[in-house]
Nanobody, 115 residues
Framework: QVQLVESGGGLVQPGGSLRLSCAAS????????MGWYRQAPGKQREWVAG???????NTLDSVKGRFTVSRDHAKNTMYLQMNSLKPDDTAVYYC?????????WGQGTQVTVSS
């Protein structure tokens, strides 16, 4: 069993920045695929960024250059640095850990980009 806890969301003006954190209950990065997802009102949940078990990072094309995913193995924590935020980035952001048929989600953190 894996527990994931996201934090760092909030209200920010367009052009602003936020850093989201996803803390895992144990050391899983080497055996679980980790990802950040988001779900805007009325839209399907979409993958935003993440890591393979080998450590390769990738981000959604539409956020490349603005969002950066990173992780700290010692803290069992994955981060999503979000810069130059736009109103379209408004969503609930979730982290997910998956390994074969097993997947675990955090509770989500709300990000609202508005003036």
């Amino acid at each position: 069993q894996v527990q994931l806890v996201e934090s760092g969301g909030g209200l920010v003006q367009p052009g602003g920045s936020l850093r989201l954190s996803c803390a895992a209950s144990r050391s899983i990065f080497s055996i679980y695929i980790m990802g950040w997802y988001r779900q805007a009102p009325g839209k399907q949940r979409e993958w935003v960024a993440g890591f393979s078990t080998g450590g390769s990072a990738n981000t959604l094309d539409s956020v490349k250059g603005r969002f950066t995913v990173s992780r700290d193995h010692a803290k069992n924590t994955m981060y999503l640095q979000m810069n130059s935020l736009k109103p379209d980035d408004t969503a609930v952001y979730y982290c997910k850990a998956s390994r074969g048929p097993d997947e675990y989600w955090g509770q989500g953190t709300q990000v609202t980009v508005s003036s």
